[in-house]
T-cell receptor, first 113, second 113 residues
């Protein structure tokens, strides 16, 4: 079992649908992140949560809504997405302080039709 | 704006050769540097971290850091076809107490038999 688990692995949704991505980490970390990876672009940091408090929102459109109910779980709620939102969405976690690495989940491949 | 630059490649080397991957970053105050390997369709996997100037070796991998030149590299000795992947350079932002990372676009490496 990997330390960071994401579900679903693949998701196809229409522009009027509402769906949620789930991330769970079993590493005892206190910080969790959502990244977006599009073709030919660097990984883009979307949201940062530390101890369940959102500490960063990198100008992400409101059609993406994160939720962190506890330090082990992170959700990304999606609604009225656009085709250009199709990408690989990666969840990561890290320990709260110090020079620590981030560990990634397997990602959710999202296609908006 | 924190920037991390990598040659996108593709970089192609024969089996057994040394592959050299380069990365520059714009934030002079950055303290932590990471190399991730990402196989096609998979999530990034941490393979090296480096925090001090100089070289750090781990098996066939050597990371090199030069903070004065704002340059970090990854050398892969005795390259194997299984090393074929995209290699992502990541830099931890200045002043961050979290593992928040800024990524380059990645360099695609192909090792041919």
């Amino acid at each position: 079992e990997t330390g960071v688990t994401q579900t679903p692995r693949h998701l196809v949704m229409g522009m009027t649908n509402k769906k949620s991505l789930k991330c769970e980490q079993h590493l005892g970390h206190n910080a969790m992140y959502w990244y977006k990876q599009s073709a030919k672009k660097p990984l883009e940091l979307m949201f940062v949560y530390s101890l369940e408090e959102r500490v960063e929102n990198n100008s992400v459109p409101s059609r993406f809504s994160p939720e962190c109910p506890n330090s082990s779980h992170l959700f990304l709620h999606l609604h009225t997405l656009q085709p250009e939102d199709s990408a690989l969405y990666l969840c990561a976690s890290s320990a709260r302080q110090g020079d620590t690495e981030a560990f990634f989940g397997q990602g959710t491949r999202l296609t908006v039709v | 704006q924190k920037e991390v630059e990598q040659n996108s490649g593709p970089l192609s080397v024969p089996e057994g050769a040394i592959a050299s991957l380069n990365c520059t970053y714009s934030d002079r105050g950055s303290q932590s540097f990471f190399w991730y390997r990402q196989y096609s369709g998979k999530s990034p996997e941490l393979i090296m971290s480096i925090y001090s100037n100089g070289d750090k070796e781990d098996g066939r991998f050597t990371a090199q850091l030069n903070k004065a030149s704002q340059y970090v590299s990854l050398l892969i000795r005795d390259s194997q076809p299984s090393d074929s992947a995209t290699y992502l350079c990541a830099v931890k932002g200045r002043g961050s107490t979290l593992g928040r990372l800024y990524f380059g676009r990645g360099t695609q490496l192909t090792v041919w038999p």
